[in-house]
């Protein structure tokens, strides 16, 4: 069984928006690629027909995985979103109680992540672990560099 996404309206759109690409422009690409380098003699000796052939099954498996996503994607209503908890498309103000720095996330599934704007995944260790907190509360998480302890300071949309 697929399992249910949850994502922005802008998010789900730019999924749909790659998926066409792939499907109009990219699969003919992709088949015009292996027509080529077919016409360029025996098959069992050309490796630029079995990298075309290899190229076009990723794609047909990068397919087949964004219609899975969208086919189970869920659009989140803003407007219905409980501010009394972090939960995906939540702004979360957090302060690192060891050097008192302030970093402000937006918890969006993974393939909406991007640290540089300030979104991270519902899935990555901080996202994990702010989900269903509450503004006061402390959360440890485990990062690469060892364990750190973060104190919820705001939670908006």
């Given at each position: 069984m697929a399992q249910i996404g949850y994502y922005t309206e802008e998010g789900l759109q730019k999924m749909k928006d790659e998926l066409q690409q792939l499907r109009t422009i990219e699969r003919k690409a992709a088949t015009?690629?292996?027509v080529e380098a077919r016409d360029k003699g025996d098959l069992s000796e050309n490796a630029e027909y079995d990298a075309a052939r290899?190229?076009?099954?990723?794609?047909?498996?990068?397919?087949?995985?964004?219609?899975?996503?969208?086919?189970?994607?869920?659009?989140?209503?803003?407007?219905?979103?409980?501010?009394?908890k972090v939960s995906i498309l939540t702004t979360v103000k957090i302060k690192n109680t060891t050097n008192g720095t302030s970093m402000k996330y937006t918890l969006v599934a993974e393939n909406e992540a991007d640290l540089k704007i300030g979104k991270i995944s519902v899935d990555s260790p901080i996202g994990k672990a702010l989900l269903g907190k509450k503004v006061?509360?402390?959360?440890?998480?485990q990062i690469p560099v060892g364990?750190?302890?973060?104190?919820?300071?705001?939670i908006t949309i």
């Open positions: 015009q690629a292996i290899e190229a076009q099954a990723l794609l047909e498996l990068r397919i087949a995985k964004l219609e899975d996503v969208i086919a189970n994607a869920r659009i989140v209503d803003e407007t219905q979103l409980d501010l009394s006061g509360e402390k959360v440890d998480v364990k750190v302890t973060f104190e919820i300071s705001e």
